[in-house]
Structures are given as structure tokens and as C-alpha cells.
């Protein structure tokens, strides 16, 4: 079969053996994979990241002197069962798959291991447990975006978001994009989306970001809905208002405690904030968000820093700032994420701006590297040109 192999940074089509799925597996016809951020990064950097997750247990990780088929933002069709499998999804059957597979206790990422090739193949072998049948004619090019949008998913549901919350989004690239969306989905009124492109912060507004702001004009964190929200900029205004409230109280009837007590049951005193999300994922990045974010901001951290970084726990410690990372999604937020682009309560038709073959990866990832080119490059095995088609 043809599929696209990288080797020491190089991106290169080659014919391989068609894999046989082993017991509990399935062969996949690829129909879409879409180029994700990651594998941007590991083409590079993934050493950095290998080392990492060694010291997570897993040592199997991408390196650079390996050769890897990557790709793990699959849709395809099932063409073939292994061993101690069921007949519940049928030759033909248009799927989706969580990208992990297994071999005893051994358990790879599709695309990000070379134990376990990816989706820029013509085939690719997943779990049977993990795929899942698209409903609805879903448009394959929507399907494809199953995977990361689960991310997004996820990272909404960890960040605790609901409808009143203002959401501020660092980063307006797919992951960003994908953030957007979900919080549109889920009703949060206020979503501002920040990036230096011009190109991205149209996508952003497409997506649904209620205010669009260029850093390098205007800080997200000065934006008008922030000052109407309340939130505290600085130690000395949250100091204020302490010793503001505790003079009013003196001159109540009841001890300042029982009102003080009072009001924290009906959530009176807890502290106005925004959800931030950090999609960008380069050195720095991170501390800045501490220095420059209001006063106990919950930051959701989604964009993967793939070396080493540095921050500042003093920032975060005096303004009481809660930093949460997010990885992946479970089970369930996968398929109710399928589940809501099918039902159309997702919108992610604004992510995909290109799409080629797999002759054209190598041109595909340049692209990738504008931000004003291109979001989100979807890769079908079908085309036999080298050139991005732009959607």
C-alpha cells in the first residue's frame, strides 16, 4: 500500500506491506486524516517529547531515527476483521477510532509510534473497541474532525466552563479554532479569541468568537466585557475591596462573620474570573498568561510546549491563579463529540481549508507553517495530486 513515512525529519511517499489486523482489531480503509499540530511539532521536536513521556512510563514514544507513518485524526471504512472480533460494524461501515491500539498489555498511539503506523496510509489497523460507526451521513470532511474536536471537548469540560463564564482564547489555530467552537456549542456567552493573524482571527470570528483581538494592537485582557465582569487586575484592588466590604459590615447590627458567612453560601464572595485557554504551546507562553491574566483565572493549558519552559510560581501563587492541563478525552466525550458534529449542535465546517493527497503531505506541512495559508489540511488517500485543494 502507499503511505507517507517520515525519517529524520523527511516526509517521503512509500509502497508498504498491507497490515494485518491482529485479535480485537479491524482494518481500516482511510478515507480522511487530518494533519494535527503535533505532528508538526514531533516531525522536529519529537525527541523532546519522547523523553518526556519515558519519564510517564511510556517509552515507545516517535523518535527522530525511527521511521514513522503518522496520522491519528482517522475516518475511514472497515475492510477487514481480525481474530475474536464481532460483526457489529460491517464491511463498508464509515468509521471513526480513538487512536490507540493494543498488543497484549502493550498500548501504542496511532501515528505517534513507530509500533503502531498511522492514518497517512491507504489502510491503517485500529482497535475494535475504540471505532465507532458515524450516524447521519456525516460529510467525511466533518467526520475526520472527530479526534480533535474531542480534545477541544475535553478541555471545555476540565476548564468547568458554563454559560455566564467569559472564555479568553490564546491562540487561534486549529486547536484554538476547535476551543471556540465547543464553547460557542455549549452557550458560553462571552468567548475572546486573540492571535497575531489576521487570517486565524477570521477564522475565529467564523467559528463564533464574540470579540477578535490582535495582541499586538490590543490586550485580550483589557477587552470590555472583562471590566464589566469585575475581574481584578492587581493584588491592591482585590486588598481594596476586602477592606471596603469589612467597613460595611461593621456598621451592620450582626457580627461581620455571619454576614461574611452568609454571603459565601449563596456565592457572593467568590471571586469574579475569566476561563482562560492557552493554545499556542511555545516557550514563555505559559508565564506570560500568569503574569498578564486577572486575578484567580482558572488557564486551561491545551497547546503542547514540546521542550523545556520556564514560569513563574510566584505569579500564580499571589494572585491565586488555577493552571490545569488537559490531554486527550475519554471514551464518552469522543463519541458526544461525533455525536454533536452530526447532529449539527457542533460546527466545525469552518476548521477544514485544505485538503491532498498523500503524495502532497510534504507541501502540506509547509503550508501549515502560515498561518495565513491554511487551519486544518486533510489528507485522502484518493487524490493523486500533489497540490492542496484549497475547501
Same mark, same amino acid.
Given at each position: 500500500?502507499?503511505?507517507?513515512?517520515?525519517?529524520?525529519?523527511?516526509?517521503?511517499?512509500?509502497?508498504?506491506?498491507?497490515?494485518?489486523?491482529?485479535?480485537?482489531?479491524?482494518?481500516?480503509?482511510?478515507?480522511?486524516?487530518?494533519?494535527?499540530?503535533?505532528?508538526?511539532?514531533?516531525?522536529?521536536?519529537?525527541?523532546?517529547?519522547?523523553?518526556?513521556?519515558?519519564?510517564?512510563?511510556?517509552?515507545?514514544?516517535?523518535?527522530?531515527?525511527?521511521?514513522?507513518?503518522?496520522?491519528?485524526?482517522?475516518?475511514?471504512?472497515?475492510?477487514?476483521?481480525?481474530?475474536?472480533?464481532?460483526?457489529?460494524?460491517?464491511?463498508?461501515?464509515?468509521?471513526?477510532?480513538?487512536?490507540?491500539?493494543?498488543?497484549?498489555?502493550?498500548?501504542?498511539?496511532?501515528?505517534?509510534?513507530?509500533?503502531?503506523?498511522?492514518?497517512?496510509?491507504?489502510?491503517?489497523?485500529?482497535?475494535?473497541?475504540?471505532?465507532?460507526?458515524?450516524?447521519?451521513?456525516?460529510?467525511?470532511?466533518?467526520?475526520?474532525?472527530?479526534?480533535?474536536?474531542?480534545?477541544?471537548?475535553?478541555?471545555?469540560?476540565?476548564?468547568?466552563?458554563?454559560?455566564?463564564?467569559?472564555?479568553?482564547?490564546?491562540?487561534?489555530?486549529?486547536?484554538?479554532?476547535?476551543?471556540?467552537?465547543?464553547?460557542?456549542?455549549?452557550?458560553?456567552?462571552?468567548?475572546?479569541?486573540?492571535?497575531?493573524?489576521?487570517?486565524?482571527?477570521?477564522?475565529?470570528?467564523?467559528?463564533?468568537?464574540?470579540?477578535?483581538?490582535?495582541?499586538?494592537?490590543?490586550?485580550?485582557?483589557?477587552?470590555?466585557?472583562?471590566?464589566?465582569?469585575?475581574?481584578?487586575?492587581?493584588?491592591?484592588?482585590?486588598? $481594596?475591596?476586602? *477592606? !471596603?466590604?469589612?467597613?460595611?459590615?461593621?456598621?451592620? #447590627?450582626?457580627?461581620?462573620?455571619? &454576614?461574611?458567612? /452568609? =454571603?459565601?453560601?449563596?456565592?457572593?464572595?467568590?471571586?469574579?474570573?475569566?476561563?482562560?485557554?492557552?493554545?499556542?504551546?511555545?516557550?514563555?507562553?505559559?508565564?506570560?498568561?500568569?503574569?498578564?491574566?486577572?486575578?484567580?483565572?482558572?488557564?486551561?493549558?491545551?497547546?503542547?510546549?514540546?521542550?523545556?519552559?520556564?514560569?513563574?510560581?510566584?505569579?500564580?501563587? $499571589?494572585?491565586? *491563579? !488555577?493552571?490545569?492541563?488537559?490531554?486527550?478525552?475519554? #471514551?464518552?466525550?469522543?463519541?458526544? &463529540?461525533?455525536? /454533536? =458534529?452530526?447532529?449539527?449542535?457542533?460546527?466545525?465546517?469552518?476548521?477544514?481549508?485544505?485538503?491532498?493527497?498523500?503524495?502532497?503531505?510534504?507541501?502540506?506541512?509547509?503550508?501549515?507553517?502560515?498561518?495565513?495559508?491554511?487551519?486544518?489540511?486533510?489528507?485522502?488517500?484518493?487524490?493523486?495530486?500533489?497540490?492542496?485543494?484549497?475547501?
Amino acid at each position: 500500500m502507499k503511505a507517507t513515512s517520515l525519517s529524520r525529519g523527511l516526509l517521503q511517499l512509500v509502497d508498504l506491506p498491507t497490515p494485518r489486523p491482529k485479535a480485537g482489531q479491524l482494518l481500516l480503509d482511510v478515507k480522511r486524516c487530518g494533519i494535527c499540530g503535533s505532528d508538526l511539532h514531533s516531525r522536529l521536536h519529537g525527541d523532546d517529547l519522547a523523553d518526556a513521556l519515558e519519564l510517564c512510563g511510556y517509552p515507545r514514544y516517535m523518535r527522530s531515527d525511527q521511521d514513522v507513518v503518522m496520522g491519528h485524526e482517522i475516518y475511514g471504512e472497515v475492510a477487514e476483521h481480525g481474530p475474536w472480533t464481532s460483526d457489529k460494524l460491517k464491511p463498508g461501515t464509515p468509521v471513526v477510532t480513538i487512536p490507540l491500539i493494543r498488543s497484549g498489555r502493550q498500548v501504542d498511539g496511532l501515528g505517534l509510534s513507530a509500533h503502531a503506523p498511522g492514518g497517512y496510509a491507504e489502510q491503517v489497523v485500529v482497535q475494535e473497541s475504540l471505532t465507532l460507526p458515524v450516524p447521519n451521513g456525516l460529510r467525511p470532511d466533518v467526520a475526520a474532525l472527530t479526534e480533535p474536536m474531542a480534545v477541544a471537548w475535553h478541555a471545555v469540560n476540565r476548564a468547568e466552563t458554563t454559560r455566564k463564564d467569559t472564555a479568553i482564547v490564546l491562540g487561534c489555530g486549529p486547536v484554538g479554532l476547535a476551543v471556540i467552537s465547543v464553547l460557542k456549542a455549549r452557550g458560553v456567552a462571552t468567548v475572546v479569541a486573540s492571535d497575531y493573524s489576521a487570517g486565524r482571527r477570521a477564522l475565529a470570528r467564523n467559528c463564533g468568537a464574540d470579540i477578535v483581538v490582535d495582541p499586538a494592537v490590543e490586550s485580550p485582557w483589557a477587552t470590555a466585557p472583562a471590566a464589566r465582569n469585575g475581574f481584578r487586575a492587581t493584588m491592591p484592588e482585590e486588598y $481594596n475591596d476586602g *477592606i !471596603d466590604a469589612m467597613e460595611k459590615m461593621a456598621r451592620l #447590627p450582626m457580627p461581620w462573620w455571619t &454576614t461574611w458567612r /452568609a =454571603l459565601e453560601k449563596v456565592g457572593a464572595t467568590t471571586p469574579k474570573r475569566p476561563v482562560v485557554f492557552e493554545c499556542v504551546g511555545v516557550p514563555g507562553m505559559l508565564d506570560g498568561v500568569l503574569a498578564a491574566a486577572p486575578l484567580h483565572s482558572r488557564v486551561v493549558v491545551v497547546g503542547v510546549c514540546m521542550g523545556a519552559d520556564t514560569i513563574r510560581p510566584s505569579l500564580a501563587i $499571589n494572585k491565586e *491563579i !488555577d493552571v490545569r492541563f488537559v490531554v486527550g478525552y475519554t #471514551p464518552l466525550e469522543f463519541r458526544d &463529540t461525533l455525536h /454533536a =458534529l452530526a447532529d449539527g449542535s457542533l460546527d466545525a465546517s469552518h476548521l477544514v481549508t485544505g485538503k491532498v493527497g498523500l503524495a502532497g503531505v510534504p507541501q502540506a506541512f509547509t503550508a501549515l507553517n502560515d498561518p495565513e495559508t491554511h487551519a486544518k489540511i486533510l489528507i485522502d488517500p484518493a487524490i493523486g495530486s500533489e497540490q492542496i485543494a484549497t475547501t
